[in-house]
């Protein structure tokens, strides 16, 4: 079945440190999405990347997805205590109601 | 905004005991999913319903049922819970496959099973 792998697992950074978390899937996907999950809390939507190749960005957050539409990365510009959490991606393949999480990359940051 | 709510945030059971866990949806969504969380496992897919009455398997359905008889209302049902089943319960829902299909997530429910 489809596969969304996600690294690093976790990453622990200097406030001030940049971060990025990469997914990779096995198979080609229709979009991808990524969710932030604070510590306690329930996974919050962030973005949705569509169009091979495509960059947004929200503040100090980079989203990518690759051109083939098998991978993406979220990198965070000098991170602040407000950043520490889960991300996750999320990928959608062709018009399957299923999303397949990755496994997520908890980050922590040192003040 | 949309509202997902799940009828409890913590829940103790006994091994064997059917167990239910509700989840209600305010803005008219017609998918509904149910998800586990466990440490370095992720979200994975138990059941998800994309209209009333219709349901399909996700990822790990062996020990769950669920039931949409309302639009707006999702269940999950252990049938005999058993201690494995211990975890992080979360619900979602998302508006279309097609479109806009965020998934909006409820608080979640933790489950401990004795």
């Known amino acids: 079945g489809q596969q969304v792998m996600q690294i690093p697992q976790y990453q622990h950074v200097q406030e001030g440190e940049d971060f990025t978390t990469y997914c990779n899937s096995s198979?080609?996907?229709?979009?991808i999405q990524w969710y932030k999950q604070r510590p306690g809390g329930h996974p919050v939507f962030l973005i949705q990347?569509?169009?091979?190749?495509e960059v947004k960005k929200q503040k100090r957050l980079t989203f990518q997805f690759g051109e083939a539409k098998k991978n993406s990365s979220l990198h965070i510009t000098a991170t602040q205590t407000t950043d520490v959490g889960t991300y996750f991606c999320?990928?959608?393949?062709?018009?399957?109601?299923?999303?397949?999480f990755g496994k997520g990359t908890l980050l922590t940051v040192n003040p | 905004d949309v509202k997902v709510t799940q009828s409890s945030r913590y829940l103790v059971k006994r091994t064997g005991e059917k167990v239910f866990l509700e989840c209600v949806q305010d803005?008219?969504?017609?998918?509904m999913f149910w998800y586990r969380q466990d440490p370095g496992l992720g979200l994975r897919l138990i059941y998800f319903?994309?209209?009333?009455?219709?349901?399909e398997k996700g990822d790990i359905p062996e020990g769950y049922s669920v039931s949409r008889e309302k639009k707006e209302r999702f269940s999950l049902i252990l049938e005999s819970a058993s201690t494995n089943q211990t975890s992080m319960y979360l619900c979602?829902?998302?508006?279309?496959?097609?479109?806009?299909?965020?998934?909006?997530f409820g608080p979640g429910t933790r489950l401990t099973v004795l």
């Open positions: 979602a829902s998302s508006l279309s496959p097609t479109g806009a299909d965020t998934q909006y």
């Open positions: 198979t080609t996907l229709s979009n």
């Open positions: 990347l569509v169009k091979s190749g």
């Open positions: 999320a990928g959608k393949r062709g018009s399957n109601y299923k999303l397949t």
């Open positions: 803005m008219d969504h017609e998918n």
């Open positions: 319903s994309y209209d009333v009455k219709m349901k």
